[in-house]
Structures are given as structure tokens and as C-alpha cells.
């Protein structure tokens, strides 16, 4: 978001917070892009701030509910207020636990890797209507189709990204895996070390589809601690995921640090082919 624009914002939800009853004398921005992530004080609440109209901000609180009470690992709505979405002054504003940073360091492997089979079994019965995985890939491929979208994409490089979203996607789509509720990016961004262990946050992202999609976007020694992965479809799902986020990188609109020479590595990284390197090694993480 544009300065200001977080200025609205900042002011709108403070000014929500203190009619909700949070005692909140300042926010500090934790994370700004498309959406503004703000840490309110001295309430100690996270609050998901982004334009309004966006039903994904419905969803991602819906599927919090279900999964909270499922047993999921998954950071909660605040408690102190209601848990749904709040509009204010063209702002659609959620808010969440704040979870103080755990003086443990980084998550292991392993930890990393359970908390992300418990998320899945507790999501493996959810019915909530989200995405299919493809739908994530159509917009992918849309930025790659489009020059007015991707003004900086190279022409060769624009037919790299196309052909491997086509083939990649094709492999996906036709596996016999079987599909359930994803988070759809539980890369090491999206997963809070906390005093009770690793919880997963943004479910902005959820859609459907094998769970090797989602160990394509972990470490590979997280992933070589799940058990019963398809090895030969994780390799596909690490290809796409790679060229899905390098169109990402490419986007006229993207605010990602320095994502164009994300994009380049992620590019390079295609022309070499396999094994496909996960995106913790890479910088273009999505």
C-alpha cells in the first residue's frame, strides 16, 4: 500500500479497535503489500487490514473458525472481538492472536513437518467451498498471457513460464492423488514459531488439491519428513510452483522486495531443470 493509503488505514483501524473495546493507543505496520498487517498496542492484537470487497478476507475467517475448532495449528481470531470481518472507511479489517516470537529460534524440520500433517487432517473433512489449485494457475498463466501485465517479461522467457505452467499443470491435474482442503503457500513466510509450537497463518491462500502442492512450497527436508508423499508428483508440483511464482515475480503490480531479480533466479532455475530447487532457496518466495 501506498503512504497514504496506510495512513487510512492506520487510522481506520485503530479507530475500530477502541470502539471494539481493545485498548489501542498506536499500531506498528509488521508487513505491508497488497494488504497491511498491523500489530496494535498496548492490546497486543494483529489486525489484517486490506481494500474492501475483497471476499477473501470472509473466507479466511470462516475457514479459521472450522479449523480452530478442528485442532488445526493455525493462528486464531482475537478472542476480545467478534471474529468476522469489520468494514471501515473502504476497509475490510480482521483481527487475529498477536503471537510473540519464540525464544527457541528457528522450527525444526520435523515440527515443521508435523504441524503441517495436523493441518491437513484437520482439514481433510472441511467442506467450505474455496479455490481448486487450477484456479491459481489460470492467474498465473493470465499474467504470463498478457504483456500489459507482465511488461518486463522477455519474450522467451515468456514462453518458458507458459510451456511449463502448461505441462506441469497437465501432469498435476491428471494424477490420480487424491484432493482435499490445502493451505495453498505454507512456505516457511506463512508458519509462526510460537511457545506452543508452529502455527500457519494467512489461509488466504486455501484451496484444493493433492498435498503435494502444499510440500512444494516447504523445505525440502520438511517435506522428506511427511509421510507417504508422492515423491514423482511433488517434483511436478515443485515445478509449477516455481513457474507460478515467477509469473507472480513478473507482475506490473507485484510488491515483492526485489522481485525481479527474484524472477530471474526462478527463471534460471527452469532453464536448468531438475531437481527443481524449493523456494526457500530461492528469493522469489510467494
Not at 497491511?36 to 470462516?62: H, I, K, M, T, Y
Not at 469489520?86 to 522450527?107: K, V
Request: charged share 20%; hydrophobic share 40%; aromatic share 6%.
Amino acid at each position: 500500500m501506498e503512504a497514504h493509503v496506510i495512513s487510512r488505514a492506520h487510522a481506520a483501524t485503530t479507530s475500530l479497535g477502541v470502539d471494539l473495546g481493545l485498548s489501542v493507543v498506536d499500531a506498528v505496520v509488521i508487513h505491508n503489500s497488497n494488504k497491511l498487517a498491523l500489530r496494535l498496542l498496548p492490546c497486543d492484537v494483529f489486525a489484517r487490514v486490506a481494500p474492501a470487497g475483497q471476499e477473501v478476507a470472509s473466507l479466511e475467517v470462516e475457514l479459521a473458525r472450522t479449523l480452530t475448532s478442528n485442532g488445526c495449528p493455525i493462528a486464531s481470531l482475537e478472542p476480545r472481538v467478534g471474529g468476522q470481518v469489520y468494514e471501515r472507511d473502504g476497509f475490510a479489517i480482521t483481527f487475529w492472536t498477536y503471537y510473540p516470537p519464540a525464544t527457541l529460534g528457528e522450527i525444526s524440520p520435523a515440527a515443521y513437518a508435523d504441524a503441517l500433517q495436523r493441518l491437513h487432517a484437520g482439514m481433510r473433512g472441511v467442506k467450505t467451498a474455496t479455490p481448486h489449485f487450477t484456479d491459481r494457475v489460470s492467474e498465473a498463466e493470465q499474467l504470463v498471457a498478457s504483456s500489459e501485465l507482465t511488461p518486463n517479461l522477455e519474450d522467451a522467457d515468456r514462453d518458458l513460464l507458459s510451456t511449463t505452467l502448461l505441462d506441469a499443470r497437465r501432469v498435476v491435474e491428471t494424477s490420480s492423488a487424491a484432493e482435499q482442503l490445502l493451505h495453498g503457500e505454507p512456505h516457511p513466510g506463512n508458519v509462526l514459531s510460537t511457545a506452543s509450537g508452529p502455527v500457519f497463518i494467512d489461509l488466504e491462500t486455501c484451496c484444493r488439491g493433492p498435498v503435494e502442492f502444499d510440500l512444494a512450497h516447504v523445505p525440502d527436508d520438511v517435506a522428506a519428513r511427511y509421510p507417504n508423499a508422492d515423491n514423482d508428483l511433488l517434483r511436478e508440483c515443485r515445478r509449477l510452483v516455481l513457474a507460478m511464482v515467477g509469473a507472480w515475480r513478473f507482475d506490473a503490480h507485484d510488491e515483492f522486495p526485489d522481485g525481479r531479480r527474484a524472477g530471474q533466479e526462478i527463471l534460471s532455475a527452469l532453464r536448468a531443470g531438475p531437481p527443481w530447487p524449493t523456494l526457500d532457496l530461492l528469493d522469489g518466495r510467494g
